[in-house]
């Protein structure tokens, strides 16, 4: 196994994380690139912290940064921002159908992000995402007014760099994947839902964002995931 660091400026102190690629035959045919910098302590999407390099939940804030965190930690996934892909308007994905279950019973909040009524077609998708509740609104520490949740970090570029690391220019989809997964760390979601493993998941991009607190699943792994923490059925 290789791997393929990916350096980065970070929101506030630009870490290098080391993204692992699983099969490198799958990467693009592109040769990885080399780290220039060495390794830095990964920062807490949460909070800021620094932590050292493999740490299991943020120092600072306790925030998960790997699944077994998950079990001892007193922090609660309750704001599931959904990926355009899943919107189950005919109902046959069993752990979508799960999920707005639970929403139902206020366990959850199933959220879309403003950028997903631009992306998608269909009056009946239109409708469903319609109504499900938007992200909040968000203010920055400067002007906080009224209601709303605090600002995570805007890190687009960062988020391209994990995502579609050789893609020259970015296409439509690529770009709203980006701004999907930029709008919800930007509210403060907890998990990010999608059925699009390829782009969001393999090749090491789920770890690399577990590493720093942004949390990425598909429905399946999240609904296994809630049932283990909670019990729930
Ligand atoms: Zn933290």
Do not use: Y
């Not at 692992?20 to 807490?44: D, F």
């Not at 994905?93 to 959220?111: K, M, P």
């Not at 403003?114 to 109504?131: D, F, T, V």
């Not at 439509?172 to 699009?196: C, P, Y």
Request: with cysteine.
């Amino acid at each position: 196994m290789r791997q393929l660091l990916l350096s980065w400026n970070m929101w506030w102190c630009g870490p290098a994380i080391s993204m692992e690629a699983s099969n490198p035959e799958t990467v693009g045919g592109m040769p990885p690139k080399l780290p220039k910098k060495p390794t830095r302590m990964p920062t807490c999407i949460k909070c800021g912290g620094k932590n050292i390099e493999g740490a299991e939940s943020c120092s600072q804030c306790r925030w998960p940064f790997s699944r077994r965190a998950w079990v001892t930690s007193d922090k609660k996934i309750q704001r599931i921002t959904l990926d355009t892909g899943c919107i189950n308007v005919k109902k046959q994905n069993a752990d979508l159908n799960t999920l707005e279950r639970w929403a139902a019973e206020n366990r959850i909040v199933l959220e879309r992000s403003a950028a997903m009524l631009q992306e998608l077609k269909g009056n009946a998708r239109i409708e469903k995402a319609q109504s499900l509740p938007g992200h909040p609104r968000i203010f920055n520490l400067g002007n906080a007014l009224g209601d709303g949740v605090l600002a995570g970090p805007d890190i687009p570029k960062d988020l391209q760099k994990i995502l579609f690391p050789t893609a020259r220019p970015l296409t439509t989809k690529q770009r709203a994947d980006i701004e999907h997964l930029r709008l919800h760390i930007r509210t403060g979601g907890d998990v990010f839902v999608t059925l699009n493993p390829r782009d969001f998941i393999r090749r090491g991009r789920q770890a690399v964002f577990a590493s720093f607190g942004v949390w990425v699943m598909a429905p399946k792994e999240l609904v296994a995931l809630l049932r283990d923490l909670n019990g729930w059925h």
